[in-house]
C-alpha cells in the first residue's frame, strides 16, 4: 500500500504533465515549456516524461520556422500565388497560437514584405511607363513620371530614426534632384535653341562662323551637363549611405527608400539605352546636341564626295578648293565628343581611347568615320597638287624626239633632254608613292579600331580611305604609263646611237691588222707582272679597240639601265624588243673586238678565251644581282666570287684597265651591297625576334621569350663581334622571370616527378577524407588526416619549397580547421610575403601567390601582386614621368642627328639612343632610329678581293705551292690587316691551309 506523502506527490506530478499536455494542444508552447521546465528541475525522476514533451513543441516550432521561410521565399519570388500563400498561411495558424510572440513577430515580418512588393510592382509600373516616354521623345514627360515614384517608402525611412546628420542629406540631395527637374525645362530649350543654330551654320557651310557660335554654346552644354552630374552625385550619395545600412542590416536588402530613388536616378540596368532620370537628361542631349555631330558628318562627307568627283575628272584645283575647309568642321567635332564624355563622366563609362582621345563606345565609330574621312581629305588634296605638275611634263620632249629622228638634234643631246623628262616623272612618281605609303599608314592606324568600330554599329568607317587610296592608285597607273613612254623614247635614241658607232667600228676594222704581245708593267708593291696588249704599231687597231672599248661601255651601261629599271618598265613589250636590240649591238661591238685580233691565231685564240671568261663572269655576276635582288645572298656570294674568278682568268689572258675597274666596282661595291644587305636584314630579324621575345614574355611565355632571345643573339652574332646590349637586356629580365616559376609546378621532366605527383595526389586524398570526416562531426579523425596531409605537403616542399599545389593544400587546412583564426591571420602572413618580395625572397613570393590564390577577393590583392611581381623583377616597373619625359628627348635629339645625316655624331646619337632605351624599354620610336643608326653607320666588308688583292692573293698561293710558306703567310696577313677582307672565304681558307703547315 502507497503512502500518503508518496501518492499526494505523484498527485502533483500528474497535474503538472497533464496541464502542459492542455497548453501543448492549445499551441500556448511558451507555457507549457516553462511548466516542463520548471518539472524537469524539481522532479529529475521523471525527466525523461518532460523531454518528450518539449520535443513534441520543438518539433512543432521547427515546423513553424519551415513553412514560414517557404511562406516568405514565395512572396518575394512568387507574389501572384495566392493559393500556395493561403494554403501556407492556414498551415502557420494550424502550427502556432495566433496569440503568440513567435506568430505575431512572423506576421509583422510578411506585412513589411508585403508593403515591398507593392512598392516594387508600384516603380516597375512607373519605369515601364517613364521608358515609353522616352521611345517617344517625351523627355521631360519622363522626368516627370519618374519623379512621381520619390515618396516610395519615405515616410518610413525619416521614421527609422537614422539620425538628423542622415537624414538631412537625403532631403538636400532630394531637393538637389527637384532643382534639376525644376531647371530641366528652361536648359533643355537653351540647349535646343544653341544645337539648332549651330545645326544650321554647318549645314550652310558657314565656317567661319562655327567657333564664335560653338563659344556661345559651350556655356549652355556646361549648365546642362552640371544637371546631369548634380543627378549622378545624388545617386552616389544614395548608393554610398544605402550600402552602409545594408553591412549594418544586411535584412534591409532594397526595401529602402534609397534603392527606389536609386532606381529612379538610373533606371533598369541591362536596358538597350540609359533609362532613368539620368537617361532622360542623356535622352535630350542625344536629340540637340547629338544633332551636330551628324550635321559635322553630313557636311564632311558631302566635301569629300565633290572633292573625289573633281579629282576623278582632273579638275585637281577644284578638288582643293573643296577640301580645303573640311578640317573647319571636323574638329568641332572631337570638342563635342569630349562634352559628351563630360556628360556622362559621374557615371565613370567606359571609354575607348583613339587617336589620343578618350571617346565613348557609342561615338568611336562616327568619331572614326570622320578620322577617315578627315585623314582621305589631306592626302587626296595632296595627290591633286602632284596631279596639276603631271600636264606640262606630258608634251616637253615629243617634240624634240621628233627633230633627233630626222637628224636636227645630235643623239648625247636629245638623250640627254629625255632624261631630264624622265627624272621628271620619276620624282613625280616617287612623290605620288610617298602619298599613297601616307595613305596606307593612315588606313593602318585607322584598321587598329576595327574591333571597336564594328562594336559601335559603323563597320564602313574605312570606305573614304580606302576610296582615296583607290583614286591615287589610279593617277600612279597614269604616271607609270607616261615614265614607259618617256623610257622607250631614251632607249630608242640610245640603240641608234650605239648602232652607229657599230657601223663606224665595222669600217675601221677593215682597217685593222695587229698582233698581240706581253708587255710587263710593275705594281705598286714592287711586284712584277706581265699583261697582254694589242701591238702599239699596230695603230688603227689601236684606235679601233679603243672606240670599241668606248661603245662597249656606253652599250653596257646602256644594258645596266635596262637591268636596273622597273618590273612595270621591263614587262613593256617595246622596251623589251628595245633591250634585245641594245644586246644584240653590245655583243656585235664585243665581236668586232674579237674580229679585230684575228690577224694572229695565237692572239685571237687569247683575246677570245679572255672575252670569254668575261661574258662568263658578266653572267655570273648578273645572277649574283640577281640572287642579291632576291635576297638569297648565300647563292649571291657563290656566284659573286666565281664573277671574280672568271674575271681573273680574263685578266690573265689579256690584260684590261676596264675590266679591272668594273671589278673594283662593280663586284666589290655588289660585295659590300650583300653584306650591308646581310647586316641590315640581321638588324630587322634581331629586331622582330626582340619583338616577339617581349611580346611573348609580357603574354608569361617566358620559355618561348628565352628561346626567341636567344636566337637572336646568334643572329646578331653573323655580323657583330660585340653583344647586342638590347638582347642581352632583355635576356635578363626573362631568365629572371623564368627562375621565379622554378619549383612552382613540378615538370614531368623532374628527377623526382614520380613520386612528388604520388605524395601530392596522396595529400590530396588525405585532406579530402579529413574534410569529410569533420563535417560529419568526428573531427579528431580528420584533424589525423589533415596531419597526414601535411606530413606529405612538407616532403614534396623539402625538395621543391615553393611548390604552388603543396602550399595552397597547406592553406586550405588551416582555413578548414579554423576559419576565424585563418581570416585573422591572413593579413599578417600577407604583409609578411609582401615584404619578402621587396628582398626577392622566392618563398615569399611563393606564399603571395598562394593566399591570393585562397582568397581572390581580398580588396587590392590584384595590385599587390603586380606590385610584387614587378619587386621581384617578373614585371617591369612603369616608368616616372621624369625618365618617360627624358626618354623621348633623348631618342628626337638622336632622331634629329639621323634625319640630318650628321655622320660625325652618330655615336653621340648612339649613346643617346641607348641611354633613352635603358630609361624606357618601350620606347619604340627610340628603337626604331636605333635600328636605323645601326644601318647606316654598318661598314660593309667585302665578298671579293679587289682586283690589286686577288694578284697578291694568287702570288701567295703560287708562294704555298712552291714551299715558301712564311712568305705566303706574311700576303695573308697583310691582306686580312684590310677589315673588308676578313669575310673573304678563300682567304680565310687560304690562311688555315698555311696554318696547318707551319
Not at 492542455?22 to 525527466?47: C, T
Not at 522626368?143 to 542629406?169: H, K, P, V, W
Amino acid at each position: 500500500m502507497v503512502s500518503l506523502p508518496a501518492a499526494y506527490a505523484a498527485g502533483r506530478q500528474d497535474q503538472a504533465l497533464a496541464r502542459a499536455d492542455e497548453l501543448i494542444h492549445e499551441k500556448r508552447y511558451d507555457d507549457a515549456i516553462v511548466i516542463l521546465s520548471g518539472f524537469s528541475r524539481r522532479n529529475p525522476v521523471y525527466f525523461d516524461q518532460a523531454q518528450r514533451r518539449l520535443r513534441q513543441i520543438y518539433r512543432a516550432r521547427d515546423e513553424f520556422n519551415r513553412v514560414g521561410e517557404e511562406l516568405v521565399d514565395t512572396l518575394l519570388n512568387e507574389p501572384e500565388n495566392s493559393e500556395k500563400i493561403l494554403d501556407l498561411t492556414r498551415h502557420l495558424e494550424e502550427l502556432e497560437s495566433s496569440t503568440s510572440p513567435l506568430f505575431i513577430s512572423f506576421i509583422t515580418r510578411v506585412r513589411e514584405l508585403a508593403l515591398y512588393n507593392f512598392n516594387r510592382m508600384r516603380l516597375q509600373d512607373i519605369l515601364v511607363r517613364a521608358r515609353a516616354q522616352l521611345d517617344h521623345g517625351d523627355f521631360h514627360g519622363a522626368l516627370l513620371t519618374y519623379a512621381g515614384g520619390m515618396d516610395i517608402y519615405r515616410d518610413e525611412f525619416f521614421n527609422e530614426g537614422y539620425g538628423e546628420i542622415i537624414e538631412n542629406q537625403v532631403r538636400r540631395q532630394t531637393e538637389n534632384i527637384n532643382a534639376v527637374l525644376g531647371a530641366f525645362s528652361q536648359a533643355g530649350a537653351l540647349l535646343r535653341m544653341a544645337a539648332s543654330e549651330m545645326v544650321q551654320v554647318v549645314e550652310s557651310g558657314q565656317a567661319a562662323s562655327l567657333a564664335a557660335v560653338y563659344s556661345r554654346m559651350l556655356p549652355v552644354m556646361d549648365s546642362f551637363i552640371e544637371l546631369q552630374q548634380d543627378l549622378y552625385n545624388a545617386a552616389g550619395y544614395f548608393d554610398y549611405q544605402l550600402d552602409i545600412f545594408q553591412n549594418a542590416d544586411p535584412s534591409i536588402g532594397n526595401r529602402n527608400h534609397l534603392a527606389f530613388m536609386i532606381r529612379l536616378i538610373h533606371g533598369r540596368p541591362g536596358e538597350s539605352i540609359q533609362e532613368g532620370m539620368l537617361g532622360a537628361l542623356e535622352g535630350h542631349w542625344n536629340s540637340t546636341a547629338g544633332r551636330i555631330e551628324n550635321a559635322i558628318t553630313e557636311k564632311a562627307e558631302n566635301n569629300y564626295s565633290n572633292g573625289m568627283a573633281a579629282f576623278r575628272g582632273n579638275n585637281y584645283i577644284t578638288t582643293r578648293n573643296t577640301l580645303a575647309g573640311t578640317d573647319d568642321y571636323t574638329r568641332f567635332s572631337g570638342l563635342l565628343f569630349g562634352k559628351r564624355m563630360q556628360l556622362k563622366e559621374g557615371g565613370n563609362p567606359r571609354s575607348e581611347r583613339i587617336f589620343d582621345q578618350q571617346i565613348l563606345p557609342e561615338n568611336a565609330g562616327q568619331f572614326l568615320r570622320l578620322e577617315s574621312i578627315n585623314g582621305a581629305g589631306v592626302h587626296l588634296a595632296e595627290a591633286a597638287d602632284l596631279g596639276s605638275r603631271l600636264v606640262p611634263l606630258r608634251s616637253s620632249n615629243i617634240s624634240l624626239f621628233a627633230d633627233w629622228q630626222s637628224g636636227a638634234v645630235n643623239s648625247g643631246r636629245a638623250m640627254e633632254q629625255e632624261q631630264q623628262s624622265r627624272t621628271g616623272f620619276d620624282g613625280l612618281q616617287n612623290d605620288l608613292n610617298g602619298v599613297l605609303a601616307a595613305v596606307e599608314q593612315r588606313e593602318t592606324e585607322l584598321r587598329l579600331y576595327e574591333n571597336i568600330a564594328e562594336e559601335s554599329g559603323d563597320a564602313d568607317y574605312l570606305f573614304y580611305i580606302e576610296d582615296t587610296k583607290s583614286a591615287i592608285e589610279n593617277l600612279y597607273s597614269i604616271i607609270v604609263e607616261e615614265v614607259l613612254r618617256s623610257a622607250r623614247r631614251y632607249y630608242t635614241i640610245g640603240n641608234g646611237d650605239l648602232y652607229q658607232s657599230l657601223t663606224a667600228r665595222r669600217e675601221e676594222l677593215a682597217e685593222a691588222n695587229v698582233f698581240i704581245q706581253g708587255q710587263r708593267r710593275e705594281t705598286e708593291d714592287g711586284n712584277v707582272v706581265i699583261g697582254f696588249y694589242p701591238a702599239e704599231g699596230l695603230a688603227i687597231l689601236g684606235r679601233m679597240l679603243q672606240a670599241l672599248e668606248d661603245d662597249i661601255g656606253r652599250g653596257n651601261n646602256l644594258l645596266t639601265l635596262f637591268r636596273n629599271e622597273q618590273p612595270v618598265i621591263l614587262a613593256d613589250g617595246g622596251i623589251t624588243g628595245l633591250q634585245t636590240s641594245a644586246v644584240t649591238t653590245v655583243n656585235e661591238l664585243i665581236g668586232l673586238r674579237t674580229q679585230g685580233l684575228a690577224v694572229s691565231n695565237a692572239a685571237r685564240n687569247r683575246i677570245s678565251q679572255a672575252e670569254a671568261y668575261r661574258q662568263e663572269g658578266e653572267r655570273l655576276f648578273r645572277e649574283a644581282q640577281a640572287a642579291y635582288t632576291r635576297q638569297a645572298l648565300e647563292t649571291a656570294r657563290e656566284q659573286l666570287q666565281r664573277a671574280a674568278d672568271r674575271f681573273n682568268d680574263s685578266l690573265a689572258i689579256q690584260e684590261s684597265a676596264s675590266l679591272r675597274a668594273d671589278w673594283d666596282n662593280r663586284l666589290v661595291n655588289l660585295g659590300q651591297d650583300i653584306s650591308r644587305l646581310e647586316n641590315e636584314m640581321v638588324i630587322r630579324d634581331v629586331r622582330n625576334l626582340v619583338n616577339n621575345a617581349r611580346d611573348t614574355y609580357f603574354a608569361g611565355n617566358f620559355e618561348r621569350a628565352e628561346d626567341y632571345l636567344l636566337r637572336a643573339r646568334s643572329r646578331w652574332q653573323v655580323t657583330n663581334i660585340d653583344e647586342n646590349e638590347e638582347v642581352i637586356y632583355w635576356l635578363g629580365i626573362v631568365r629572371g622571370a623564368l627562375s621565379l616559376r622554378s619549383g612552382r609546378v613540378i615538370l614531368p621532366t623532374a628527377p623526382l616527378y614520380p613520386e612528388m605527383s604520388q605524395l601530392l595526389s596522396e595529400a590530396k586524398r588525405n585532406y579530402e577524407e579529413g574534410v569529410r570526416y569533420i563535417n560529419i562531426g568526428q573531427r579528431s579523425n580528420g584533424l589525423a588526416k589533415f596531419s597526414e596531409a601535411r606530413q606529405q605537403t612538407r616532403e614534396v616542399k623539402l625538395i621543391f619549397p615553393v611548390n604552388q599545389e603543396a602550399g595552397i593544400l597547406e592553406l586550405r587546412m588551416d582555413q578548414f580547421i579554423d576559419p576565424a583564426a585563418f581570416n585573422a591571420s591572413f593579413e599578417q602572413r600577407l604583409r609578411d610575403a609582401v615584404a619578402g618580395t621587396r628582398r626577392r625572397s622566392l618563398e615569399s613570393f611563393a606564399d603571395l601567390q598562394n593566399l591570393a590564390e585562397i582568397n581572390p577577393r581580398y580588396p587590392g590583392i590584384a595590385g599587390i601582386l603586380r606590385q610584387a611581381e614587378i619587386d621581384m623583377g617578373y614585371r617591369l616597373p612603369p616608368p616616372n614621368p621624369q625618365n618617360l619625359a627624358r626618354s623621348r628627348e633623348l631618342a628626337a635629339s638622336a632622331s634629329r642627328i639621323l634625319e640630318g645625316n650628321i655622320s660625325t655624331q652618330y655615336e653621340v646619337a648612339v649613346a643617346q639612343i641607348n641611354e633613352a632605351i635603358a630609361l624606357n624599354p618601350e620606347n619604340i620610336e627610340a628603337t626604331l632610329v636605333k635600328d636605323r643608326l645601326l644601318t647606316r653607320m654598318s661598314a660593309p666588308g667585302a665578298i671579293v678581293l679587289n682586283s690589286q688583292d686577288e694578284s697578291n692573293y694568287q702570288r701567295a698561293v703560287r708562294e704555298l705551292q712552291s714551299g715558301n710558306n712564311l712568305m705566303a703567310m706574311a700576303i695573308v696577313e697583310r691582306l686580312l690587316q684590310n677589315p673588308n677582307n676578313r669575310n673573304v672565304i678563300k682567304l680565310i681558307e687560304l690562311q688555315r691551309r698555311i696554318q696547318s703547315v707551319l
